[in-house]
């Protein structure tokens, strides 16, 4: 997760995580990412079932009703184990989380244990009552998923009707008080509609957007020649930093984040060097806090069924189920190979990227994204659009 509301923008300083002496248990929602223990936040995929049918649906959901999915009374023995573990957030996904009868009751049970809770909701489901009631259980933030304008969102997610659906949602959101920020994943498909959610943002007051670049995992995977090439990738992630430092400049600051693709950070770096900004030195102390990808480390997921995997992208790879051990011993028992290499990945990647001189604050990346397109989780990721030149040391 790169912030360029934060790096390019100057919207956080390294101080600001020093202060809190960079605890997890310490640091403010936007902060995390500057941890020095990187607690896992987890993400708990809470049911596969879905109303909509998206493109790059990591889970392959459909709206069926799924038979496996963990209980109300497992899901809080969860909550317990990552509170004694230290996870500073839950986030509840899916499939759609709303369609869990038990949500409110779960989210609220975290919340009262001292956890941070957040929804990642395709937000089609949230009425005016519902945002109410999400408000009173003290949510951090709702991130609703639109992939574009009306037309080009209803394509992608296989519903029409559907963009209209979030985007009242969202308002329902705004009206009860709750943060609430999008969630676009960047193809081929919906990149010329970034100028325009960008105007969204600004017309609607939305304070929070993440740009997700595109993992190739579940239905995303049939998506991989739909992914931008190195160059469309980069005048993406320059027209991201340029609208973010327009609403900046016109007072109107927003929260901007592009996640799952860690050459960014270093992109965003070598651009505030060409520009002659002072705020380089910061910039590269504060992506040295963040270390890059930490599927494995200091993000995770659980299944709707009680399997662990190294995040939400990862169902290929099962390090257990919590219904037979606790997320907190499957987490740290590096006696698995992969967990063990997973939580030093810098020694095992190859090729570019062990040469590479950002390793130390991209991680080497995404790997799944890498096992995806080559057959081997230690190659270079094919999405890294840095040149030979830009990563020699």
Not at 3 to 23: F, M, N, Q, W
Not at 201 to 216: A, K, N, Q, S, T
Not at 259 to 288: I, Q, T
Request: charged fraction near 25%; glycine fraction near 8%.
């Amino acid at each position: 997760m790169i912030g360029i509301s934060k790096l390019y923008c100057g919207a956080v300083e390294p101080s600001d995580a020093l202060r809190y002496g960079r605890e997890s248990r310490r640091l403010p929602s936007h902060l995390l990412q500057f941890s020095i223990d990187k607690k896992p936040v987890v993400v708990w995929n809470m049911t596969r079932r879905c109303n909509l049918k998206c493109a790059h649906c990591y889970s392959a959901s459909s709206n069926v009703a799924y038979t496996d999915e963990m209980s109300t009374e497992e899901g809080k023995a969860l909550i317990d184990d990552l509170v004694r573990l230290g996870s500073p957030v839950i986030l509840f996904s899916g499939g759609e989380p709303l369609l869990r009868s038990d949500l409110l009751e779960l989210a609220h049970y975290a919340v009262s244990n001292n956890i941070r809770a957040v929804i990642s909701t395709n937000g089609t489901l949230i009425s005016r009552e519902l945002a109410l009631r999400l408000r009173d259980v003290g949510l951090s933030y709702v991130g609703v998923s639109l992939d574009g304008m009306r037309g080009t969102n209803d394509r992608f997610r296989g519903v029409q009707g559907a963009f209209d659906a979030a985007m009242k949602g969202i308002r329902h959101c705004r009206e009860a008080g709750i943060k609430v920020g999008l969630r676009f994943t960047i193809n081929r498909r919906n990149a010329a509609d970034i100028p325009a959610i960008f105007d969204v943002l600004e017309e609607e007051d939305i304070p929070r957007v993440c740009f997700y670049h595109l993992v190739y995992a579940g239905r995303g995977s049939a998506l991989m020649k739909e992914d931008l090439s190195h160059q469309e990738t980069r005048r993406v992630v320059d027209l991201i930093m340029d609208r973010t430092a327009d609403l900046f400049a016109r007072g109107k600051p927003k929260e901007v984040l592009t996640v799952d693709n860690h050459a960014d950070g270093p992109y965003v770096y070598m651009r505030l060097v060409k520009e002659g900004s002072s705020r380089a030195p910061a910039v590269l102390e504060l992506l040295e806090m963040n270390e890059g990808n930490s599927s494995g480390y200091g993000i995770g997921c659980v299944s709707w069924n009680g399997d662990v995997h190294a995040d939400q992208f990862w169902r290929h790879h099962r390090f257990g189920n919590v219904r037979e051990r606790p997320f907190s011993r499957i987490w740290t028992d590096t006696s698995n190979e992969l967990m063990a290499r997973l939580k030093e990945k810098k020694r095992w990647v190859k090729g570019r990227c062990a040469r590479c001189r950002w390793l130390d604050i991209c991680g080497g990346n995404f790997r799944v994204r890498a096992e995806a397109a080559t057959g081997n989780l230690w190659a270079p990721d094919p999405a890294c659009y840095l040149t030979d030149e830009e990563i020699s040391r």
